[in-house]
């Protein structure tokens, strides 16, 4: 097995990640990761050597009109420079939306790369981005198969309650029901927990994935039994441009009385509203930690708020609190945030240390806090590789 790889895409709106792993008896070994941020405006590609341990960062010239197809012709140009395209098994793709037929990963077919297409307006910012890359490698490689690993699959088997809205019933017999997302991420973190922290696996876990997009999932026994996004990636938290929560009377309002177009609203829901829309600055959270405006500080307070009220509701859906887990991007790089963050749990128990903090933990509770708080890196693509290696 040891001469065979798997290579796997992440593929987004603003970035294209992917990962090569050689399969071994003890599972998929990462050999080669790839990696383009800044899109569609710029194209920064970095390339990781896990063998050497080693990296380095280009700037890409301009990536044209046609940004992402220019993303992925790049990656498949390093692919073939570094790696024998003849011993890749397979690829592994992630798929934001997997409706309510696909809660495993699946071996991709025309037919049901058709039917994952029919879901892209549930998931605008990432399902097309996710499907253009299987398409594009069917033609050029027609005979390596493809498998597709989806982000609602974790949440598929909540209790039927935690997945209804209290709509007409034969809408939610049609599928408009809450789905949930960042699965892959979530499934890491519970394979984690299984392995390092087994008696916390055991409990009441809160896992908030804590990236360009958020939500925050209640594990019992690292299973989804609630988590914060719905039907679509727009609820819950508020997150870098994505609004979270909202009044389904503000849309409403805006297309019946104010006479915005559908079309205008779902831009302003996606790419406008968020820590950008509050805050008039940005949707990073670093810069606005950094800005002294009013805004940003204000955009900052609402996020842990509206943090604090998500684990509340998810706390109570448990039935208590045995541990918290803080994963993603701004997790792993923003100590300040994190500490907000613990902070606005104290009323719940909840105590920091401030130094094992300021490391990166991975514990960051003290020994007083009457749940643990871990601060633990996720990893999508690992995940990815696994599915892959399974078919096989």
């Known amino acids: ?7 796997t895409f992440n593929a987004g709106s603003s970035s294209l990640r992917c990962g090569v792993y050689h399969v071994r008896e003890t599972g998929p070994e990462p050999f080669l990761s790839l990696s383009i941020r800044g899109l569609p405006r710029r194209m920064i590609l970095q390339t990781m050597d896990h063998t050497n341990n080693t990296s380095d960062e280009t700037e890409i010239d301009e990536p044209g009109d046609r940004p992402h197809e220019t993303a992925f012709s790049v990656v498949m140009a390093q692919l073939q420079e570094r790696v024998d395209l003849t011993r890749i098994k397979a690829f592994s793709h992630r798929v934001v939306h997997g409706g309510q037929e696909f809660d495993t990963p699946v ?4 037919e049901n790369l058709d039917r994952l297409d029919t879901l892209s307006p549930l998931a605008p910012s990432h399902q097309p981005h996710n499907l253009r890359p299987i398409r594009e490698l ?17 949440h598929r088997h909540q209790p039927t309650l935690a997945q209804l809205y209290a709509l007409p019933r034969d809408l939610c017999e049609d599928g408009i029901i809450r789905f949930g997302f960042h699965g892959l991420s979530y499934e890491y973190i519970a394979e984690k927990l299984a392995e390092d922290y087994p008696q916390l696996a055991k409990g009441r876990v809160i896992v908030a994935h804590l990236g360009h997009g958020v939500s925050l999932c209640a594990m019992q026994a690292c299973r989804s039994i609630a988590t914060t996004m719905g039907l679509t990636a727009l609820d819950g938290m508020p997150m870098g441009q ?12 805006l297309i019946l009385d104010r006479k915005y177009a559908a079309e205008e609203v779902k831009d302003m829901l996606y790419e406008y509203s968020g820590l950008l829309g509050v805050s008039g600055i940005s949707g990073e959270m670093n810069d606005l930690l950094d800005s002294d405006a009013p805004a940003a500080a204000e955009a900052v307070s609402l996020f842990v708020y509206r943090f604090q009220r998500e684990v509340g509701s998810l706390t109570a859906a448990l039935g208590g609190l045995d541990g918290l887990v803080l994963t993603g991007g701004m997790s792993e790089h923003i100590p300040a945030l994190r500490e907000l963050l613990c902070r606005s749990l104290e009323w719940q128990g909840g105590t920091l240390d401030a130094t094992a903090n300021k490391n990166g933990g991975p514990q960051i509770s003290t020994g007083e806090s009457s749940f643990q708080i871990l601060n633990l890196p996720t990893n999508e693509e690992l995940i990815l590789a696994k599915s892959a290696v399974g078919p096989l």
Do not use: E, N, Y
């Open 1 to 7: 097995m040891s001469d065979r790889i798997v290579v």
């Open 107 to 110: 071996r991709v077919t025309l």
């Open 138 to 154: 069917a033609k050029r490689h027609p005979d390596i198969p493809q498998i597709a690993c989806f982000d609602t699959a974790f």
């Open 242 to 253: 994505r609004c979270g929560a909202l009044d389904p009377g503000v849309v409403l309002h």
